[in-house]
């Protein structure tokens, strides 16, 4: 700006200047006169700050900003001798944007599908997405520009679903300028699969006479398993040897009738599984 000691200041008058379009003057001051506000997007909304203005240090003040009010900002000073000087500044507008995240329930299966979304909306500038999991995957982004030039960005992450993947955390984790710090989503991958069975109790030394040994029929799935059911192969369970509670097969005696294999088969709403168990019974 103009040396006081060396020029006169007679007249200030702020400028716009969008990012395309022409200059408009929207505030225009000179001792003599009442600030003046000539015709401009910003006209009702613009004011030199203080009132009444003050020549060596006329600011503006805009009220209700909008996006379209981004752009640049030029004081030109009317001053003698040295003729017209100018100082530029520049309003860059900022929006918020609308973060959220939600888990995508697959089944498992052999091709990479969804399991986890993102999205952050209306945000300016865009927002950066990123995910952090220990499952392996891949994130792929889109972005779709909006109103006042906003951007809405959406992140899918994408795997082949195990049931080894069900429950792994998985975190989106979105990072704005208008942010103090990036927002955090923690979620947990949700992958049905039918149950996984397997069944633990046999070592190898059941002989006739030995009392109260047990099978114990482990089974995994998401849903939890519905159905336990016990059978053999022969189709044929012994009698009077053998007590069944859910899970759990008890022998209160071993005799030749145990000499088969124990099945275990479970059941959810997506499928079932079994393991099996042959059992030699030994001599006393």
Request: charged share 20%; proline share 7%; hydrophobic share 35%.
């Amino acid at each position: 700006m103009a040396d006081s000691n060396s020029s006169r200041l007679f007249q200030v008058t702020w400028i716009y200047e969008p990012k395309d379009g022409e200059r408009i003057n929207i505030a225009v001051f000179h001792p003599n006169f009442d600030p003046n506000y000539p015709d401009s997007p910003m006209k009702g909304r613009v004011s030199f700050a203080p009132t009444p203005p003050d020549l060596s240090s006329p600011s503006i003040q805009i009220q209700d900003v909008r996006m379209s009010d981004e752009g640049k900002y030029i004081c030109e000073y009317a001053t003698y001798p040295s003729g017209n000087e100018q100082g530029i500044t520049y309003l860059v507008m900022l929006a918020k944007p609308q973060n959220a995240a939600s888990i995508v329930t697959v089944e498992a299966g052999a091709k990479p599908v969804v399991v986890a979304r993102c999205e952050s909306l209306n945000g300016r500038p865009e927002a950066k997405i990123r995910w952090v999991t220990t499952a392996k995957g891949n994130a792929t982004s889109v972005s779709k520009p909006g109103a006042d030039n906003t951007v809405s960005i959406t992140s899918e992450y994408k795997l082949v679903p195990t049931a080894a993947d069900n429950g792994k955390d998985i975190s989106c984790i979105v990072e704005h300028r208008t942010q103090t710090k990036p927002e955090s989503f923690l979620m947990k991958l949700a992958v049905l699969y039918p149950p996984e069975v397997s069944i633990t109790g046999y070592d190898n030394n059941w002989y006739v006479g030995r009392t109260n040994v047990v099978l114990i029929c482990h089974a995994t799935g998401n849903p939890m398993p519905l159905t336990v059911k016990w059978t053999t192969m022969s189709g044929e369970m012994p009698v009077g040897t053998v007590d069944i509670q859910k899970h759990q097969l008890k022998v209160l005696k071993v005799d030749e009738s145990v000499n088969t294999t124990f099945v275990c088969e479970v059941e959810n709403r997506i499928g079932f599984g079994k393991d099996q168990v042959t059992v030699f019974v030994r001599g006393e």
